[in-house]
Nanobody, 118 residues
Framework: QEQLVESGGGSVQAGGSLRLSCEVP????????MGWFRQVPGKERELVAA???????TYGDSVKGRFIISRDTGKNRAYLQMNTLKPEDTGRYFC????????????WGQGTQVTVSS
């Protein structure tokens, strides 16, 4: 199955910023919605942010006001700008693209690790 291509993770100190990028292969484009999900060992995967094909965003409560999701439909890409990072933002971030059931169906990337130190 086609996989999404993620990039931009890394290690940063608290208060810093990172930008994640997710590219949808042209063979599975167009796609209705894209989102980022965070996985931490021992916890359920949670929604970080999602965006519709029309550009309407949704954010998890813990990142509202700090993260910004955007989408470049011409380049088949979605971005997650993460500002004022906190240690609790640490986790593996996965990109998901789906025409329905975002987070439960569609296409996934391999994940990119984000580590925030205090």
């Amino acid at each position: 199955q086609e996989q999404l291509v993620e990039s931009g993770g890394g290690s940063v100190q608290a208060g810093g910023s990172l930008r994640l990028s997710c590219e949808v292969p042209g063979t599975i484009f167009p796609i209705a919605a894209m989102g980022w999900f965070r996985q931490v060992p021992g916890k359920e995967r949670e929604l970080v942010a999602a965006i519709t094909s029309g550009g309407y965003p949704t954010y998890g409560d813990s990142v509202k006001g700090r993260f910004i999701i955007s989408r470049d439909t011409g380049k088949n890409r979605a971005y997650l700008q993460m500002n004022t990072l906190k240690p609790e933002d640490t986790g593996r971030y996965f990109c998901n693209a789906a025409n329905h059931g975002l987070g439960h169906t569609g296409y996934w990337g391999q994940g990119t690790q984000v580590t925030v130190s205090s």
